[in-house]
């Protein structure tokens, strides 16, 4: 957290010494002056004075230096209102007037109290769909532990990687019925790079929470929210349905989906899984030579059994599970219909019972490494 605060501070200082506004000292005593009075006595000096905030205050929040959660995350969309006029102290002095740009800014829609755009307040009719009683700002505010009452959502960031984000999807997308779903975490991991100077692996969870909101005002997105009792990071904590390329808004989630994106997240481990074991097969077939090399004769056996176990033992089973995936996903993705991708799990089903008789695997066993495809059957 303090290693979170100095590089905020070190960072904004690169800000301040880079905006010719600030670096200036008579230009930035006029800029750190209380605007109420400039307003009364030079109005067009407070109005440029407001705009010339609008640019500095845009430009440090897509650095992700006015807004951080408690445990110092930063946000690249949000602006904390109580704390913006001491992110912007130099040479011992802060800016008097940053309630005022506060209000400007909110007055032109530029910005919008979180709670009131997590909400959905003014947004679309559309937009406040949701399931079971639970809009996605239950979701947001349930998770994050907080109102943020001082917190301000902008507007120009959001919209920004926003579209960065449908941009992206549309490059994603090559099969709707696999590729338009995704989980929130896999949203937070997939469009990390939709924010410009986050070098993060993945969206921060705010940041991932309030640009989903705006998606979905946009209808470009459904979510299916986490329902009561489900535990956090399983496949009902959050299920992301992107709009299909020839839609114009995005369908609600159905069950269907969520099956359909329990599939590709079952393959998706199972790929995982066979290219970690045939990455661990070479590494010990290295070994094996390099010992023999070196005449370390037990040495050589040792890494020969292991790879002998891991080849003859461990990866087949996994990688018939992973062809046999590979092909129902493959029948999914040529789907048209619900009720083929149904048909579709239902063969790959029995190929799967096939697989437990051949390579010995109990039904059990089936089950604890394709758990999840044996719910959507």
């Known amino acids: 957290m303090k290693k979170e605060l100095s590089d905020t501070k070190y960072r904004m200082s690169k800000i301040i010494e880079a905006i ?75 800016p008097a007037g940053m309630q005022a740009v506060i209000g400007e800014l909110a007055k032109g829609g530029e910005i919008i109290q979180y709670g009131r755009f997590m909400g959905g307040s ?11 009683g639970l809009p996605l700002a239950s979701l947001i505010l349930r ?76 209808c470009k997105v459904s979510v299916l929210n986490q329902a009561a009792g489900v535990e956090a990071g399983s496949i009902d904590a959050g299920v992301i349905k992107f709009v299909a390329p020839d839609a114009v808004r995005a369908a609600p989630v159905t ?48 890494y020969l059994k292991l790879r002998k176990h891991v080849d003859t033992s461990v990866l087949p089973p996994r990688l018939s599970a992973y062809h046999t995936l590979s092909h129902i996903v493959d029948q ?13 799990c239902e063969v790959g089903a029995n190929a799967l019972r096939a697989l437990s008789k051949v390579h010995g695997l109990t039904a059990e066993r089936v089950d604890d490494i394709l758990d999840d495809l044996e719910e959507a059957l």
């Open 20 to 94: 010719p506004e600030l670096r200036d000292k008579e230009q930035r005593e006029a800029l750190y002056s209380d605007l109420e009075v400039l307003k009364e006595t030079n109005y067009e000096g407070y109005r440029l004075a407001i705009e010339t905030w609008k640019r500095i205050v845009l430009m440090a929040c897509q650095k992700g230096l006015l807004a951080a959660n408690a445990q110092g995350q930063p946000a690249f969309t949000c602006i904390d209102s109580s704390k913006i006029a001491a992110q912007f102290e130099c040479e011992g002095n802060c």
């Open 122 to 132: 003014g947004l679309s009719g559309w937009a406040r769909w949701f399931i079971g």
């Open 143 to 218: 998770s994050a532990g907080v109102d943020r009452p001082s917190w301000y959502v902008v507007m120009p960031a959001v919209e920004s990687i926003g579209s960065r984000v449908l941009k992206l999807i549309k490059r994603r997308v090559h099969f709707p019925v696999t590729d338009c779903l995704m989980t929130v975490e896999q949203f937070r991991q997939e469009f990390s790079s939709a924010i410009d100077g986050s070098d993060r692996q993945a969206m921060g969870a705010i940041d991932a929470e309030v640009v989903l909101r705006w998606l979905l005002d946009q």
């Open 255 to 302: 069950q269907t989906d969520r099956d359909v994106l329990k599939l590709v997240g079952t393959f998706n481990r199972v790929k995982a899984q066979v290219d970690a074991l045939q990455t661990r097969s070479s590494e010990l077939d290295r070994l094996v030579r390099e010992a023999v090399t070196r005449k370390q004769k037990a040495v050589a056996l040792h």
């Open 332 to 344: 999914v993705q040529a789907s048209a219909s619900d009720a083929e991708v149904l048909s579709a």
